[in-house]
């Protein structure tokens, strides 16, 4: 059975493993040197370029959030419109089996960065532990090497605070609220074409005469599926190939715009996606709580100045995004630091028995199930989970019909190398149980207040398995749907319609983050405000958030108890220091307190910090706190 969204490469671009295949390498290095006026043309290897000889010229990352190879023309898709992309693998490498290292963007793109697993570099989920200081980035290593660096990205899970701005000079994350003002937070992002046009902005004013590194996320064929203009109508019905054909059109305006500076001829670019999509295999819809192929396969296309003389190439081996970083530096003539997990891939040939890890701890940190680690060849898979899973890829693309127990040898070599692999690194468990507040004071204070802030894991925690457990999120979802529809005489029910459907998830996912945050929101709309304050004390039982603190301590101040909030937002900000939802609270709770100069400076410091969460309702907060002092004459 075939899956009506992956289809396979055609044979004409596919690349023939045979004695000698990888001579083109060859031709890739002699590109490589003419361009840039060395005379090494007998060196086969990249890495061999004389220092200083490849680094004039620039490279140009374009990362597409959420993308699956089988939606890119290039990559087999018959009806993708996806020229400008597609005319970059006719000129370039072309990566067919490209994995992504987890199916969340803020992890993937750093291992992008880093050239290492997520266990290495430390960043698990979207939105809370930022990539830490001690991390060498590739843009810190070409900033090194006297690259200019700027990086646009469209969505805030990469917002600076998450510390993928290190090395970039220039660092554009101002991404536009997408909530309403009387609300904090959203699903914050920016339109493709504004990313374009401030990255076309930078290049305008780039010497020539001093290579750059760019850096452009487009965030478009993220869900909800919203293209615009001419693509809404053109892919009526296939709004996520919509969304895609219209990042492509970004590209081409780059790609445009390298031209028109005369840049196009000393600049390699390098295409990715992050991650995949989901689109209904395996029950899932959109990405995060599985590993199958459909959220893990993306396109990786590297394409340098002038052509190969043998037209295009596709590598039929493995590779992950841990090798992007050591490639590009490769590609450029910079040493590879040691201590990157990726491999270089244009020197050496890829060994045909290699693996790559893979991973998603998104059912372990957000539903309280079994995380997923697995194991990823060209030819086999192995999921790590309760009930763990194999598939022959080769004969059976879409993974159908797991092989655990027909092949159980098989399964068990790829097994061993996944163990081997992961060890020495944190165990998903340790990554729940060293997250908490880690101020003694703050923690004193919330235990105080019957908030614990952070526990370790028990043994409810971690063993229901993601792939029985998808029927549960779907409670969930429409849960958020109904809560999302409860407007004017169908409030209460739609409210009670919601409910049930919580409370049923919660039956199924008893320690389940998203669940309780549904069902204290659901709560909080009913007015029932010590329930909702319940459900998110048992949320925080599991592993806190800065979020939930938040959500606390505006709660505390509807429920009477102001002297509960300067606790609770403590905890938030010892989470993340730069929540601007924090300083709204505090500015709530010194304006009901009538310290009008403490209100204004905290909802400017929330304005300050957290420019797009915080600006509609720290705005309408300051306007208020100012207001008020001029009644009290102040």
């Not at 490469?9 to 002699?30: E, H, Q, V, Y």
């Not at 004017?488 to 409210?495: F, H, I």
């Not at 459907?501 to 199924?508: D, I, N």
């Not at 405000?529 to 800065?546: H, N, V």
Request: aromatic share 6%; net charge negative.
């Amino acid at each position: 059975m075939q899956s009506p969204h992956r289809k396979a490469l055609p044979p004409s671009r596919r690349l023939i493993r045979r004695s000698g295949g990888w001579g083109w390498l060859r031709a890739l290095a002699l590109s490589l040197a003419g361009l840039s006026g060395c005379d090494d043309a007998a060196n086969p290897s990249v890495r061999g370029l004389e220092p200083g000889c490849a680094r004039a010229m620039n490279c140009l990352l374009v990362t597409l959030d959420t993308t699956r190879a089988d939606h890119i023309g290039a990559y087999g898709a018959s009806r993708a419109s996806t020229p400008h992309l597609d005319a970059l693998a006719a000129r370039g490498l072309s990566f067919a089996q490209a994995m992504s290292t987890v199916p969340l963007t803020t992890p993937a793109h750093a291992s992008m960065l880093t050239g290492k697993y997520p266990p290495a570099h430390g960043v698990r989920n979207n939105g809370e532990k930022p990539l830490g200081a001690e991390q060498e980035t590739l843009a810190e290593i070409l900033r090194g090497h006297g690259y200019r660096t700027a990086a646009f990205v469209s969505s805030f899970v990469l917002d600076r605070r998450f510390g993928l701005d290190q090395g970039f000079e220039s660092y554009d994350d101002q991404v536009e609220q997408t909530r309403a003002p009387d609300s904090f937070g959203g699903h914050n992002e920016r339109r493709g074409d504004a990313t374009a046009e401030a990255a076309m902005a930078w290049i305008a004013q780039t010497d020539p005469s001093r290579p750059f590194f760019a850096w452009v996320h487009f965030y478009d064929a993220h869900e909800p599926y919203l293209p615009p203009g001419p693509w809404a109508e053109q892919f009526r019905g296939r709004e996520y190939a919509g969304e895609i054909a219209f990042v492509d059109a970004q590209l081409g305006r780059l790609l445009e715009a390298l031209r028109a500076r005369g840049q196009y001829e000393r600049t390699m670019v390098v295409v990715v996606a992050d991650h995949g999509e989901s689109l209904g295999e395996h029950g899932e819809s959109s990405h995060g709580r599985t590993i199958y192929d459909a959220a893990m396969r993306v396109p990786f296309v590297l394409a340098v100045p002038g052509s190969l003389p043998d037209g295009s190439r596709v590598a039929e081996d493995v590779v992950s995004l841990v090798d992007l970083a050591p490639t590009l530096l490769e590609a450029l003539g910079i040493p590879v630091p040691a201590g990157m997990d990726g491999q270089a891939l244009l020197s050496t040939p890829i060994d045909p028995a290699r693996g790559v890890y893979i991973e998603s701890l998104m059912p372990l940190l957000n539903n309280g199930w079994a995380p997923l680690l697995g194991w990823r060849t060209a030819t086999h898979k192995y999921i790590d989970a309760p009930r763990p899973e194999f598939f022959d890829l080769a004969k059976d693309p879409f993974e159908l019909g797991d092989r655990s127990d027909k092949a159980p040898a098989e399964m068990q070599r790829l097994a061993q190398a996944l163990r081997a692999r992961t060890q020495g690194w944190p165990t998903p468990l340790d990554v729940v149980a060293r997250a908490g507040v880690s101020d003694p004071q703050t923690q004193s204070a919330l235990s105080a207040l019957g908030y614990a802030g952070s526990a370790s894991p028990d043994g409810s925690i971690g063993v229901l398995d993601p792939k029985d457990m998808l029927p549960t999120w779907d409670l969930i979802e429409q849960a958020i749907s109904l809560r999302g529809q409860a407007q004017g005489d169908q409030a209460g029910r739609k409210l009670a319609e919601a409910l049930a459907k919580v409370e049923l998830a919660l039956k199924r996912s008893p320690r389940d983050r998203a669940a309780l945050e549904q069902k204290a929101r659901i709560f909080t709309a009913q007015g029932r405000l010590e329930d909702a304050s319940k459900a998110l004390r048992e949320f925080l039982s599991i592993q806190p958030s800065a979020d939930v603190f938040v959500f606390l301590a505006e709660l505390a101040l509807a429920r009477g108890k102001p002297g509960e909030v300067e606790a609770l937002v403590a905890g938030a900000t010892s989470l993340e220091p730069a929540h601007g939802g924090a300083r709204i609270a505090l500015g709530k709770l010194y304006l009901s307190q009538g310290r009008h100069d403490d209100a204004i400076a905290a909802f400017e410091e929330a304005m300050r910090v957290d420019p797009v969460r915080a600006q509609g309702m720290a705005g309408a907060g300051l306007a208020a706190a100012r207001e008020a002092k001029a009644k009290a004459g102040g």
